[in-house]
């Protein structure tokens, strides 16, 4: 299969890749870095674009679609964190963040809709505090914005279903990268989920696309 990966050379974007090509699968890395995004292989085509740009991202899928033939899976790891209250937080932090966590999903699920074959499969990265209007209290800007993914899928599996093009929410605990470690350095860091049993999960379903999971929990021990 050849699968679009955004954030290629993130923590968990650099775990799926690592992953996914040990599997034999043709992939097209969208980096962040674009020094990083040199020098691609033969089977590991890389791009270095402004996702939160719709015109680029479609210039990105067709590129990938040139490299491959066709685009069989999307794992849309993009994102960040922000914390703080309903009365911490302004509109322009909400904006924000959803610029971050979905215009950068949304910008490649569109042209990736028009050009996948049946029995593709998208994976969007979701946020434990979402499934909770507690844990939610506390990432008031953060979690909105990944409300609006689970509802992405909710709508892509809805509307995709007769085209048998499928998407699933990702939603880990805690994952364990050293940026979460220098944050969170009281914490055990054994508790948390790990980027390959993220990307081991993610490959799992790939492999089983009858699995039509819109939500899948990766929570290591917590």
């Known amino acids: 299969m050849n699968i679009l990966v955004s954030g290629a050379d993130g923590n968990l974007g650099s775990a799926v890749v690592e992953k996914l090509q040990s599997e034999g699968h043709g992939i097209y890395g969208i980096f962040g870095n674009k020094e990083k ?26 590129e990938a679609k040139k490299a491959f033939g066709e685009i069989n899976g999307a794992v849309l790891t ?36 028009e050009k996948m074959p049946k029995g593709s499969q998208l994976f969007l990265i979701g946020a434990k505090p979402v499934l ?4 939610l209290k506390n990432v008031v800007s953060y979690g909105l914005a990944k409300q609006l993914i689970f ?15 499928s998407a699933h929410v990702v ?27 993220i990307a081991e999960t993610i490959s799992h379903y790939l492999q089983h696309p009858e699995l039509r999971e819109g939500v899948i929990k990766v929570y290591g021990n917590m």
């Open 171 to 197: 939603v880990p605990s805690i994952i364990d990268t050293p940026p979460n470690r220098d944050a969170m350095s009281d914490m055990n860091f054994d508790d948390w989920v790990k980027p390959e049993q």
């Open 37 to 62: 995004a040199q020098n691609p292989e033969e089977k590991f085509k890389k791009d270095s674009i402004d996702l939160t740009n719709p015109e680029a991202a479609a210039d990105a899928v067709e």
């Open 151 to 165: 509802s992405l899928a909710d709508i892509i599996n809805a509307d995709f279903s007769e085209h048998q093009i």
């Open 132 to 135: 909770s209007a507690n844990d």
């Open 78 to 113: 993009v994102g960040g964190y922000a914390g703080g209250g309903i009365k911490d937080v302004t509109i322009g932090d909400i904006h924000d963040q959803i610029k971050l966590n979905f215009d950068t999903a949304f910008n490649l699920v569109k042209p990736l809709l």
